[in-house]
């Protein structure tokens, strides 16, 4: 149910991974704990349980980032300049132009200027109309943070 929340918490450069319907409640639990993670749930039985665990109770994504920021006592820069991938929380690395030219439309080969590359699933980021949107939402999210 968070899925877009992860998403967006790894934009902002946390180590965030997403657990889906497969994973029972002790799955979960056993999995954040192992790995020293705090937990996000909207399942209230479950974020009743154990230590490192939050209630997220916003729907909306925009308060979930300031719900979680403001729990969690975090000032996250609103740049994507220590963003992991979206897709899958890996680590993104510069990638030249040459070795992208596979995985990029030829517009964006001739006019972006740098690109980073999951170093987990390969998947290929770089500047543009997009990037600029996820900043202005990151830009409002850290606005409505106390000082
Ligand atoms: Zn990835």
Known sequence: MLGSLARWLRFFGFDTEFCGPELDDREVRYRAGTEGRW????DR????KGPRTMLVR???LNDQL???FARLSLRPAANLAASRCGECNGVLETADTDTVR???PPYVRMTAERFRRCTRCGRVYWPGTHTLKIINTMSAVVARLDP
């Open 102 to 104: 596979e995985q990029v």
């Open 58 to 60: 916003s729907e909306d």
């Open 45 to 48: 039985e479950l974020a009743s």
């Open 66 to 68: 300031v719900e979680v």
């Open 39 to 42: 937990l996000l749930t909207r």
